[in-house]
């Protein structure tokens, strides 16, 4: 990695900062959430040894902030979905700094955006506990629709070594459609995924969904605490929010199990842009 762990923190918490004005003057809803939310109540500020920033917003204003996001940002930042990169595939945000990389070896071939990012997730209601499953088995396929595609499409041979036989013969399936009507199941499964206006648990959409919150985290309103030198808007029960997620959050891991959601990322350059890294022809259109 070509900078410094911190450097890279602070090149995040900018874009942080970036978000939280377009919501504050947009009136929209958000709160930190996963590891960051950790980091604010134990360290009041990232956790040290993490390398990621993850905020969410419940569907409503997530719509808005990505209707607003883009003009608002300006040219310095570029706001990451599925309808504004065809190379992208997961079912929530990404705003991404311009003329940043950060980027593991294998996307070198991926034309998608891969500069320094935060997480923009969306809150979904899940009805209950039978919803849930339905509604996580359905993101799978979409998942399916959307990412395994694109990894078929870059290395076929070493996609088909890696997958059960059950997603190769789905993606052989999945490949006889047309792209815009891969896209349009993609997008009603994703509609009946976030159909519900009220729930007794909520969520927020990502890859796996792989946890979910009594409503009651969230409360009526959200409260501040500090983050670095912010003052950042969490769930009002966010002490119950993170013993669900992490069991005793404030005993820090030993050190040899403390690693960050990005460790794996070869390539990380905080004065270059992606595409100078980037292999695919595709990557020009940056």
Not at 48 to 58: A, H, N, R, S, T
Request: charged letters at 25%; one cysteine or more.
């Amino acid at each position: 990695m070509g900078n410094t762990l911190r450097e890279i923190q602070l090149c995040e918490l900018g874009i942080l900062k970036e978000i939280s004005q377009v919501c504050e003057k947009h009136g929209l809803r958000w709160y930190l959430c996963g590891g960051t939310l950790l980091g604010a109540v134990r360290h009041r500020g990232v956790i040290p040894w993490d390398d990621d920033i993850d905020v969410q917003m419940p569907l409503a204003d997530y719509n808005r902030f990505l209707a607003v996001a883009q003009a608002e940002l300006g040219d310095g930042y570029f706001v990451q979905t599925t309808e504004t990169d065809p190379w992208y595939a997961m079912p929530y945000a990404h705003v991404r700094k311009n003329g940043t990389a950060m980027l593991r070896k294998r996307d070198m071939a991926i034309p998608s955006h891969h500069g320094v990012w935060v997480d923009v997730f969306p809150i979904i209601y899940i009805r209950n506990d039978s919803d849930y499953r339905l509604k996580r088995s359905m993101l799978k396929i979409c998942y399916y629709l959307r990412e395994d595609e694109i990894s078929y499409q870059i290395d076929r041979e070493t996609f088909i070594r890696r997958s059960s036989r059950f997603t190769v013969g789905l993606i052989s399936l999945v490949r006889r459609l047309s792209p815009a009507r891969r896209d349009r199941i993609r997008g009603w499964l994703l509609r009946r995924i976030c159909a519900a206006k009220k729930g007794k648990y909520l969520c927020h959409l990502w890859a796996n969904m792989s946890k979910r919150y009594p409503a009651s985290c969230y409360g009526s309103e959200p409260v501040r605490l500090q983050f670095e030198d912010m003052r950042c808007p969490v769930p009002a029960q966010y002490d119950a929010y993170l013993r669900l997620q992490y069991g005793d959050y404030m005993t820090p891991p030993p050190p040899e199990k403390r690693s960050g959601g990005h460790g794996d990322y070869e390539i990380v350059d905080l004065e270059h842009d992606w595409t100078e890294y980037c292999t695919a022809p595709e990557a020009a259109r940056s």
